[in-house]
Nanobody
Framework: QLQASGGGLVQAGGSLRLSCAAS????????MGWFRQAPGKERAFVAA??????STYYADSVKGRFTISRDGAKVYLQMNSLKPEDTAVYYC??????????????????WGQGTQLTVSS
């Protein structure tokens, strides 16, 4: 069970950090990803990080503004220079196949419940 937290309401240009933790297990054996879903839209890839933390990958829309990181117990998404179009429910997800960093939600087996980010203009 993954638990995402840290969402909220922030003004455009502001920053926020999301966290994702697992109850009862470590996340160190998984590739971790963040996805987001805006109203009326499909769930979209945001960022992924390898099990070791040595590799990261970002959607073009967040590159240079968002940073994914991890320690043994949690995964984080630092979001800077936020824009109204970043408004969405953000989900963390875990992929047990550590040899890949997929942008497809279908390849992540475990999901958190989501945390809402609203960016006001």
């Amino acid at each position: 069970q993954l638990q995402a937290s840290g969402g909220g309401l922030v003004q455009a240009g502001g920053s926020l950090r999301l966290s994702c933790a697992a109850s009862g297990r470590t996340l160190s054996s998984y590739t971790m990803g963040w996805f987001r879903q805006a109203p009326g839209k499909e769930r979209a890839f945001v960022a992924a990080i390898s099990w070791s933390g040595s590799s990261t990958y970002y959607a073009d829309s967040v590159k240079g503004r968002f940073t994914i990181s991890r320690d043994g117990a949690k995964v984080y998404l630092q979001m800077n220079s936020l824009k109204p179009e970043d408004t969405a429910v953000y989900y963390c997800a875990a992929d047990p196949v550590v040899s890949r960093m997929s942008t497809s939600a279908l390849e992540y087996d475990y999901w958190g419940q989501g945390t809402q980010l609203t960016v006001s203009s």
